[in-house]
């Protein structure tokens, strides 16, 4: 089979548009979403969610989602990881829409959120999740 240097640069240059389009996506939600890998550690977010969470979108990148969320009930208590949405989630693959619990921003002011945990699939198997919410 030869080597077709055009079809090679036109499958590039694809790739690179659909980045661009999945980068406006993101940029114009209208909810903070943040993706994570298997582990729970931040691979992608929005513009929406550092705002929310009263962060800088750099700062978001590598970290445990879990920690940056710090999830609360209503009452203000703190939920333990292994009993977290995230981390259901991520074990049995089901998503989950949630109502009523708090988050905390960076400057540890709680803000009532709503959102959706939804698993990412890859090769037969949970490879993560993307997490979507907002300020209610």
């Excluded at 729970?40 to 929005?46: D, L």
């Excluded at 710090?70 to 292994?82: A, Q």
């Amino acid at each position: 089979m030869a080597f077709d240097v055009t079809e090679r640069k036109q499958a590039e240059q694809r790739i690179a548009e659909l980045a661009e389009q999945n980068a406006r996506i993101l940029d114009s939600a209208g909810e903070g979403i943040i993706g994570s890998d298997r582990e729970g550690y931040i691979t992608f977010t929005n513009p929406i969610a550092a705002t929310l969470l009263a962060a800088e979108i750099d700062s978001l990148f590598g970290r445990d989602l879990w920690t940056v969320l710090r999830p609360h009930s209503t009452e203000g208590v703190p939920l333990p990881v292994k009993e977290g949405f995230i981390q259901k989630t991520l074990d049995d693959g089901q998503t989950r829409v949630v109502q009523d619990h708090l988050f905390l921003r960076r400057n540890d002011t709680p803000f009532p959120a709503e959102f959706t945990i939804s698993p990412t699939f890859h090769e037969g198997g949970v490879s993560g999740a993307v997490f979507t919410f907002r300020d209610i």
